[in-house]
């Protein structure tokens, strides 16, 4: 290696480093890849199987598994590592699937194309599903647990409210946690309410030789409209699996419960039948003009009270239906306008007996005319018999006495109309807004963000920062007398400069000589900080040794002038000017000068 | 004077807008207190579309939206009006009510949240600026006079916390811009734990629930929050709101 290829020597290195950072790049993209696997690869029925799609030093999103008949396949998250060993950094990122198997068999997972950056690979993956070591017989998950519905009306009507039943079947052997869960299955729209399902019984059962252990949740539903409403709840539980009867296979595994637990839960499905429920509409025809919307198996009783009042006071009319229907919907029946009765909106009174509403309505009779309250009818539709049955009750005696002249007639109880208005509002939205005057529109633009108003915005800020830097300068020149009088020194022999030209100009020999010994003597004060009486030529030629010859000429020329000494002959006006520009070229020299 | 026809047919089409918006707002009261709601609707629905933003308008959309059945659409206009004026007890109530009638849960916030929202985005920038400029005019005279620097010091520290104060409640309303707020319009929507069809279900989102978005997926996935819990759902399933 000589000196004289040393450039060609780096030359050479630089293309070495370019083609071995090239094979790190391509060694690192090489290095990239995707696996799959299913850890364990053999497991019963009862058992699950984790999927893991493993990018290697690349980044892939999660792949959409095709559906595998016999095993469900959940998507249950990406997780990232990065390592650090041996000075080579590798990372990968794992997505996570969750195999449910749903019967036994061989099965194969795949093929599915990934992609990553370091190209694309086709996966598959094989899982092996027995049968499970207490009960060599079952092949199907459905065959170990699964549920039944049914109701007791096939075909009940609008409001109607009837019964869902559903079974749970559990094999004799395997153990639950005892919690159900319905997730879907369910009418999304047309149910009154949510259903609330309640275990009513748990029992033992013999089903084609097997013995079950039968759990039966009910519930009561009400259809809003008709129509075919189909349930095929799917029952959620858990399944209690001993962790001695399965091998585990990691410490951070997040889908097998507690690894120092004795036992694990895991979530399973049952399958159900489908459950097609009629509901037939409240029929129109023969409908009686009482019919307030009661729909099941009903009663109606009246009473009346107080039974001897004055006209004027008030009579209380109390409402009870009670049976086996849509208690809620109905609403209150009434009696029909009497010109001589001054009637109230009805309103409901709270009870606490179930499967009863009541309702009181207030009246006035105006006359001692009044014998009788009368006759009320409630109508609904039977839905046992399907037809419309009208109850009546009443005429309700009653002895009303003439009003005494100018008697105080008592003001019907108030809580009558303010708690239904009170009601009122508490079940609805507050009223809609007034005219807001005037109109925002959308191409308004808003006044802060106008370009005028930012402007206007940064001026203070500007004018604040201006005024700062001004206040701080001001301070340090306070502060320093010797900055402060090397600031004035240019201004002071600027001033002196121009006295001596117009001095000059009117050809006054000693004005001009004195601005020019001024300008000469203020700016060097001023620019060497020194005292008046400092101010000599020794000092100066001390403190600027760089312009020896020009101070000096000039010192002793115009102190000379000053005091009417002439060494040369000539026009003293040349002569002048050429001091004054001597004096001026010297003056800009010494400024440009660093002390 | 040139200019003058041009101004005249500015003022004259403003005029005439102003009309036609005052018209519409009429007609549309009038719909909702007949019960025509659809009718309404579209009448408020057109001045919006018209360019009318008054929060009052939206308020009374919602009113309609509610009055029609159409809950998702009435939580939606509801919550974009309380954005403009997060004091209106009027809003609050009824968005609470559409919430309860949907059978979601409202929005939960911290001590800071319930601080913040007491004024809108637009009040606390009137404030940032309102706060700026009384600092700057006590900084400047400051600097000025020499002999009040030390009280006017001290009194510009109020105008410089209120300033950070603003810049605060300024910035709360940050995040709702960069992660939206979101109505679910699809019944029966379920979150799920990944953005990938079949993934384990999470947990169900009623239909008209307000939820906050968390992220997304460019398959069309939005990752959502919603009664502290966090899951995926598509983006068909919700509709994206934001001040």
């Known amino acids: ?595 | 004077m040139r200019c003058f026809p041009v101004m005249l047919l500015m003022v004259l089409g403003m005029a005439f807008n102003a009309d036609a918006s005052n018209d519409l707002f009429a007609k549309a009261q009038t719909a909702y207190d007949d019960g025509r709601n659809a009718e309404a609707i579209i009448l408020y629905e057109n001045m919006v579309s018209n360019g009318v933003e008054n929060t009052e308008v939206i308020y009374n959309l919602a009113n309609a939206y509610f009055k029609d059945g159409d809950l998702p659409k009435a939580v939606w206009h509801y919550r974009n009006a309380w954005y403009d004026a997060p004091r209106d007890p009027d809003i609050r109530a009824n968005l609470h009510f559409a919430l309860h009638a949907a059978g979601a849960i409202e929005p939960a916030t911290g001590l800071s949240g319930r601080i913040f929202s007491t004024l809108s985005s637009h009040e606390w920038i009137v404030a940032i600026i309102a706060a700026y400029l009384l600092l700057a005019l006590l900084l400047t005279l400051s600097l000025l006079l020499r002999s009040m620097r030390s009280p006017l010091l001290k009194a510009s520290l109020i105008p410089a916390v209120l300033l950070l104060v603003a810049l605060a409640g300024w910035r709360y309303w940050g995040p709702f811009g960069r992660a939206p707020e979101a109505v679910v319009v699809t019944s029966g929507t379920t979150a799920l734990y990944g953005p990938v069809e079949g993934s384990t279900a999470h947990f169900d989102v009623p239909f008209a629930a307000l939820v906050q978005q968390r992220g997304s997926d460019p398959k069309g996935w939005i990752e959502i929050e919603y009664d502290g819990k966090t899951g995926w759902v598509k983006k068909s399933n919700i509709a994206l709101l934001s001040p």
């Open chain 1, 1 to 595: 290696m000589t000196v004289g290829n040393g450039k060609l020597e780096i030359r050479n290195l630089k293309f070495l480093f370019l083609v071995m950072g090239c094979f790190l790049v391509a060694a690192n993209a090489f290095a990239a890849d995707v696996r799959m696997s299913v850890e364990p690869e053999l497991i019963s029925l009862l058992d699950r199987a984790v999927l893991k799609i493993e990018y290697l030093d690349a980044k892939g999103a999660a792949i959409d598994i095709p559906e595998v008949d016999g095993i469900r396949i959940e998507y249950r998250g990406p997780q990232t590592k990065y390592q650090f060993a041996n000075g080579q950094s590798s990372s990968s990122v794992t997505h996570t699937y969750l195999i449910t198997p749903l019967k036994t068999g061989d099965y194969t997972i795949g093929p599915v194309m990934a992609t990553f950056n370091g190209g694309r690979k086709t996966l598959t993956t094989q899982l092996r599903v027995i049968t499970p070591q207490d009960d060599p017989e079952a092949q199907q998950i459905s065959q170990i647990m699964f549920s039944t519905i049914a109701t007791d009306r096939e075909t009940p009507y609008v409001h109607e409210p009837f019964n869902l039943e559903l079974k749970v079947y559990i094999r004799d052997g395997a153990q639950i946690d005892g919690q159900f869960g319905i997730q879907g299955g369910m009418p999304e729209s047309g149910l009154d309410g949510e259903l609330k399902w309640t275990v009513v019984d748990r029992k033992r059962e013999e089903r084609n030789g097997i013995i079950f252990t039968l759990y039966t949740l009910r519930t009561t539903a009400k259809a809003l409209t008709a129509g075919t409403f189909t349930f095929r709840p799917e029952v959620q539980l858990k399944v209690v699996i001993p962790r001695q009867q399965r091998r585990s296979w990691g410490f951070d595994d997040p889908f097998f419960g507690d690894f120092f637990g004795r036992q694990e839960t895991r979530p399973i499905a049952l399958e159900c039948n489908r459950l097609d429920v009629e509901v037939l509409p409240v029929p129109m025809e023969g409908r009686p003009a009482s019919y307030t919307g009661g729909v099941g198996e009903l009663d109606f009783d009246v009473s009346v009270g107080p039974k001897q009042v004055k006209a004027g006071e008030p009579v209380t009319l109390k409402m009870r239906i009670h049976g086996q229907g849509n208690l809620e919907k109905i609403i209150p029946p009434g009696i029909t306008d009497h010109h001589d009765i001054k009637l109230y909106d009805a309103r409901t009174v709270p009870t606490q007996t179930p499967n009863e509403v009541r309702f009181e309505q207030v009246l006035i009779p105006k006359s001692d005319r009044i014998k009788n309250i009368p006759a009320i009818s409630f109508s609904y539709f039977n839905t046992k018999t399907t037809d419309f049955r009208t109850i009546t009750r009443g005429p309700f005696p009653i002895t009303v006495e003439s009003a005494p002249q100018n008697a105080a007639q008592v003001i019907p109880p108030g809580p009558s109309t303010i708690q239904q208005e009170t009601k009122v509002l508490g079940r609805d939205i507050a009223y809609l807004k007034p005219h807001p005057g005037t109109w925002r529109m959308k191409d308004d633009e808003t006044w802060y963000r106008t370009t005028p108003f930012r402007i206007l915005l940064a001026l203070p800020l500007a004018a604040l920062i201006v005024l700062s830097i001004c206040v701080t300068w001001r301070n340090v020149l306070d502060n320093n007398v010797a900055l402060a009088r090397r600031q004035k020194a240019p201004k002071t022999a600027r001033r002196n400069i121009q006295l001596a030209k117009r001095a000059l100009h009117t050809k006054d020999e000693a004005a001009f000589h004195q601005a020019m010994w001024g300008a000469l003597t203020e700016y060097f004060g001023h620019r060497l900080n020194l005292a008046p009486g400092e101010i000599t030529l020794q000092t100066v030629l001390a403190r600027i040794p760089g312009e020896t010859a020009s101070i000096e000429h000039l010192f002793n020329a115009i102190e000379q002038r000053r005091y009417g000494i002439r060494l040369h002959e000539g026009d003293p006006k040349d002569e002048m000017k050429a001091l004054l520009r001597e004096c001026s070229s010297l003056l800009k020299q010494c400024e440009r000068m660093k002390l």
